[in-house]
T-cell receptor, first 110, second 118 residues
């Protein structure tokens, strides 16, 4: 049984560009959350998707948007990239009290 | 608002010894869940153990146990018989509304770097 998968593993973009990150949840999990982790910090919650709707959002600007598909997979989109968006982006899938993370996508903005 | 505090930026332990990583939390909610994750240098966040606020027994998973003291709002992770592969960053996290639902964000502490010496 595959766990949470994310793609791509690494990504390099320049300021002002747009990026899309992808996540496939663990089998049986219906909820997907996205987190941003800056170097040396704990992850910060971006938003959570359930039944294709955003049901909770953290303190992130509207440049950060997402989507969940009928198969529960999810995308994170970031527009107008800033240098400060450079971070590890983690996807977590959950079902009841289980919450597992994917390997992350490391985004570098130049 | 939820808050997690990990006061130990770094900890050192000898191989085969036990180590305790501290975590205190603050919440006004009665129903919540506490999680511990391990993050090696590769970056993946590995789930270790979960404790619900209404669980009467302390959670255990193999060499990991959670010392849950609700009145003191602490949820310390105990790793027994440390191994070299345990060297990593460890995060304590909390989620409110833990009553059998996936709803709710995780709030993380700043983490503790554990180094296991041979």
């Amino acid at each position: 049984d595959a766990g949470v998968t994310q793609s791509p593993t690494h990504l390099i973009k320049t300021r002002g560009q747009q990026v899309t990150l992808r996540c496939s949840p663990k089998s049986g999990h219906d909820t997907v959350s996205w987190y941003q982790q800056a170097l040396g910090q704990g992850p910060q919650f971006i938003f959570q998707y359930y039944e294709e709707e955003e049901r909770q959002r953290g303190n992130f600007p509207d440049r950060f948007s997402g989507h969940q598909f009928p198969n529960y997979s999810s995308e994170l989109n970031v527009n107008a990239l800033l240098l400060g968006d450079s971070a590890l982006y983690l996807c977590a899938s959950s079902w009841y009290n289980e919450q597992f993370f994917g390997p992350g996508t490391r985004l570098t903005v130049l | 608002a939820q808050k997690i505090t990990q006061t130990q930026p770094g900890m050192f332990v000898q191989e085969k010894e036990a180590v305790t990583l501290d975590c205190t939390y603050d919440t006004s909610d009665q129903s919540y869940g506490l999680f511990w994750y391990k993050q090696p240098s590769s970056g993946e966040m590995i789930f270790l153990i979960y404790q619900g606020s209404y669980d009467e027994q302390n959670a255990t998973e193999g060499r990991y146990s959670l010392n849950f003291q609700k009145a003191r709002k602490s949820a310390n992770l105990v790793i027994s018989a440390s191994q070299l592969g345990d060297s990593a960053m460890y995060f304590c996290a909390m989620r409110e509304n833990a009553g059998g639902t996936s709803y709710g964000k995780l709030t993380f502490g700043q983490g503790t770097i554990l180094t296991v010496h041979p």
